[in-house]
């Protein structure tokens, strides 16, 4: 049976904390990198980028959802 490789020597817990948080860091980075907040170029509201701005309907300027339409919510259930 072969032997494992063992440390030579004791690793302090603040040496272990620090690898650890230097990777938090590092991914709390890349995941705020991820959604991107823009301002719509005709409401000029804020919406996540590469989709459709909720409050006018348009998508890289073109009309996409038509929000003139008043779509009537169903409150009751028929049976």
Do not use: W
Request: aromatic share 4%; net charge positive.
């Amino acid at each position: 049976m072969s032997k494992k490789p063992v440390p030579k020597k004791k690793m302090s817990k603040s040496r272990s904390k620090q690898r650890y948080g230097s990777f938090q860091t590092k991914v709390l980075k890349r995941l705020s990198n991820e959604t991107k907040l823009v301002t719509c170029k005709n409401c000029g509201s804020k919406h996540v980028s590469h989709t459709v701005c909720p409050d006018c309907g348009k998508y890289r300027e073109r009309q996409v959802v038509d929000k003139s339409k008043k779509v009537a919510k169903i409150t009751k259930i028929k049976a």
